[in-house]
């Protein structure tokens, strides 16, 4: 008797201090492309709650980002919300947001694996619809303009590290630095805002309701994904927000960094790092913030 009450009492202890993890996910349904689905669900994690899908750098993995933008051990803290680190496994672990399928909704590609990683998230933990989010860095902030595009009645806000827009890479061979088309990382694929919100609706034509809140960083120094695409993701997201360029906030969220507000600064912000190269650092406590998470 006394025995089993302290087992009892052990597991309680345990499961109260356990942390959560990455787990692989193999059945989450349509996985065109094979990609690998991870997931991190903290301990006693809330009912009903959001959820951030993570995506990592070319030559990354789910694994290696969830080390870099630390959304998953920052949840074992707050338990609000679960996060998704998918891994691509082809053109240098690069996303596609280069080929017609990539950028069509429900086309059969990347997006579409990673659309239903959401779903099925959100089908088996009860999430809250109104709190889904995505974030990336390099290659995958180049897929998180993508997914915003594609599926913006699914995501709430997303954040972006030194990417381009929705759209930059279309038709390009491939996505990685040795099979892309050298135009758009060079910063060359330059257009109008409206054409970019016409490149943006196209991935989902039809679409007339609103889309996600954006805040997207990147450094004046990149030499790999030039400074260039951070002024053409703005332009596209304007357009697409219905928010124009109000202000710039000096030395926010920190030294050498402009908060470059559009609007009230609710729906759209970009930071530009002074100096900073490929790939600004993930500012993932600013994210939550963004998110509503914080
Ligand atoms: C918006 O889209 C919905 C669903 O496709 C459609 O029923 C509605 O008529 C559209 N509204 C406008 C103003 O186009
Ligand atoms: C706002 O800041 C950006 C980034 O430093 C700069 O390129 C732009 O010229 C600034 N705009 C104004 C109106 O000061």
């Not at 089993?4 to 993890?21: K, P, Y």
């Not at 951030?52 to 920052?74: D, M, P, W």
């Not at 496994?89 to 990347?110: A, F, H, I, M, P």
Request: net charge positive.
């Amino acid at each position: 008797m006394h025995f089993s009450t302290s087992i009892a009492s052990a597991l309680a202890v345990l499961s109260a201090t356990a942390n959560g993890a990455l787990v692989r996910v193999n059945d989450f349904g349509a996985n065109p492309s094979n990609l690998q689905m991870n997931i991190w669900v903290p301990a006693n994690v809330v009912a009903k709650p959001a959820i951030i899908l993570a995506l990592h750098t070319c030559g990354g993995t789910g694994e290696s980002y969830a080390q870099t933008a630390r959304f998953g051990t920052l949840s074992d803290t707050k338990r609000t919300w679960i996060t998704i680190y998918p891994s691509t496994k082809k053109d240098s672990n690069c996303w596609e947001v280069n080929t017609v399928k990539g950028l069509t909704r429900d086309g059969g590609g990347d997006s579409t694996g990673l659309a239903n990683m959401i779903k099925y998230t959100i089908q088996k933990y009860s999430a809250d619809t109104t709190k889904i989010f995505v974030t990336g860095a390099s290659s995958g902030c180049m897929m998180t303009n993508v997914m915003m595009a594609q599926y913006p009645d699914l995501f709430s806000a997303g954040t972006c590290y030194s990417g381009v827009a929705a759209g930059c890479l279309a038709g390009s061979p491939g996505a990685s630095p040795g099979s892309a088309d050298p135009t758009c990382a060079n910063g060359q694929r330059v257009k109008s805002s409206e054409e970019w919100v016409k490149t943006a609706k196209a991935m989902y034509p039809g679409y007339n309701g609103s889309y996600p809140r954006m805040a997207t960083w990147h450094g004046t120094g990149d030499t790999l994904v030039r400074y260039a695409n951070f002024q053409e993701q703005l332009k596209q997201w304007s357009g697409l927000l219905g928010v124009a360029f109000t202000k710039n906030t000096t030395n926010t969220p920190q030294s050498g960094y402009t908060q470059m507000v559009y609007g009230d600064g609710t729906k759209l912000v970009g930071y530009s790092a002074q100096g900073v190269g490929h790939i600004v650092p993930v500012h993932d406590n600013d994210d939550l913030k963004w998110f509503g998470l914080a």
